[in-house]
């Protein structure tokens, strides 16, 4: 079998008489999931497509040789609609990005692989990752892991708990990504510490139990976090350290069966 130590990690990469060669327990495919949506101010629309790309970035540099993976291409636009107020904001209804990701991997199912990992980088789409892993489980039996970059968590100490509970979009720690990312497209001088209305609501907008918002009821400019306090040094921690959580999960993941886990129940 051909090796995937050549350094082809793109899916778009391979001819289509590769794939038959593909190791289905041992090859794991990324779906990446992003938006196309306002971040304030001083962030461009283009945010959560930038912070994927850049984290995929990173992990083709970092993934040892011994995890195959194929990355999909990102998925730029996502379910958005609750940015639309804003000009510059692209969105697909929620069936629309449910029914095309769908397609997305009943196609890798079709090519012979089963192992998927949806990686998101946009809080709208959430909900619908969490359908979508269970679709393909149920209609093509694949193995699905839906995840967060954020979910692999932050260096300790590099952000303030103000940050950590409140800045949701635009905030601190998606502007000092971008500040390693793309520096060229942040405007620090209109970064400011965007208050979130959820500090005070009675029933809060995060949490388990939540009030359901659009970003304008967080704040009038759309995006909240302490952005002001960013710095490319805080993105490149925070990009290797999310990248080492989810290399920990490839491993983890690779070492189950793609027909699923041992169904044992505990004594």
Known sequence: MRRFAEKRYDWAEFRTTEFADMDPENTI??????????????LPVGVDQYINEGMLTHLRATCPEDINILILPVQAVGKSNEHIHAKGTLTYT????????????????????KKMVIVNSHGGNLDLISILGRELRVQAGMMVVKCQWGN???????YSAQESTY?????????SLMLHFKPHLVDMSKAEDFRSTAETAPISPIGPVNLAWVSKDLNPKGTVGEAHL?????????????VAGFIKMLKEFRELSSEGYARTIPD
């Not at 495919?29 to 001083?42: D, K, M, N, S, W």
């Not at 692999?152 to 590099?158: A, T, V, Y």
């Not at 800045?167 to 502007?175: F, S, V």
């Open 29 to 42: 495919v990324i779906l990446p999931t992003a938006a196309i949506e306002q971040h304030g101010p001083h």
């Open 230 to 242: 960013a710095t490319a040094e805080k993105g490149i921690a925070t990009c290797a350290h999310q």
């Open 94 to 113: 929620a069936k629309t990005a449910l029914d095309a990701w769908t397609e997305i991997g009943l196609s890798v199912a079709r090519a012979g692989l």
């Open 167 to 175: 800045g949701i979009h635009g905030g601190d720690l998606e502007t």
């Open 152 to 158: 692999f968590g932050k260096p300790e100490g590099l």
